[in-house]
């Protein structure tokens, strides 16, 4: 599975709209872009994935560049709730599907009142 | 709502001691992971399993077994632990390929080994 770059930290205020950015300069043509995010204490939790269309749920937009080289996670009118470690994670869809899914370091958001 | 559950979720271990840590999902999820979390190193992927029977090595798999006995449960094995194996343990599910690849974590094992 190909390398994801993310920075170390973010911080916002709430209220205001997050744009996570993430560099995947190597990405394969059947490698979908996942984002999760992670609170202290508790497992990482899915937040959104996309091959090459943008997509919107519930909590977040996901944009992909049309070289699908970078892709950014945007968090419309964060709250503290928001304040976690955002991952960007790759994974192969090919041969059956690959299992293996491998996460960075991700993002650290900080939200302030 | 998709459920994994890990026992126990705090253990203290001492050293060449066997541990168990053991992960129930009710998901019916062909894919279960056994992931490490220590501060400066993110998630790493320790071993995983693509159904009843199967596991497979992930990035670091030295020191630890992993047995999937059925569907519902997979488990991580360490014969004999050591202090550098002191960390938060994780484990997930996931459906089958061609499916969301969605991974559904568990509440996390902290293990201590003295």
């Known amino acids: 599975d190909a390398k994801t770059t993310q920075p170390d930290s973010m911080e916002s205020t709430e209220g205001e709209t997050v744009h996570l950015p993430c560099s995947h300069a190597?990405?394969?043509?059947?490698?979908?872009i996942y984002w999760y995010r992670q609170v202290p204490l508790q497992g990482p939790e899915y937040v959104t994935h996309?091959?090459?269309q943008n997509t919107t749920n519930s909590m977040a937009f996901l944009a992909i560049a049309s070289d699908r080289k970078s892709s950014t996670l945007i968090l419309p009118h964060v709250s503290l709730r928001d304040a976690a470690v955002y991952h960007c994670?790759?994974?192969?869809?090919?041969?059956?599907?690959?299992?293996?899914?491998?996460f960075g370091e991700g993002t650290k958001l900080t939200v302030s009142s | 709502e998709a459920a994994v559950t890990q026992s126990p979720r705090n253990k203290v271990a001492v050293t060449g001691g066997k541990v168990t840590l053991s992960c129930n999902q009710t998901?019916?999820?062909?894919?279960m992971y056994w992931y490490r979390q220590d501060t400066g190193h993110g998630l790493r992927l320790i071993h995983y399993s693509y159904g009843a029977g199967s596991t497979e090595k992930g990035d670091i798999p030295d020191g630890y077994k992993a047995s999937r006995p059925s569907q519902e449960n997979f488990s991580l094995i360490l014969e004999l632990a050591t202090p550098s194996q002191t960390s938060v343990y994780f484990c997930?599910?996931?459906?089958?390929?061609?499916?969301?690849?969605?991974?559904?974590f568990g509440e996390g094992s902290k293990l201590t080994v003295l």
């Open positions: 996309g091959l090459q």
């Open positions: 997930a599910s996931g459906d089958a390929p061609g499916g969301t690849g969605q991974l559904y």
């Open positions: 190597t990405i394969s043509g059947n490698e979908y």
């Open positions: 998901n019916n999820h062909n894919n």
């Open positions: 994670i790759l994974r192969a869809m090919n041969q059956g599907g690959s299992a293996k899914l491998i």
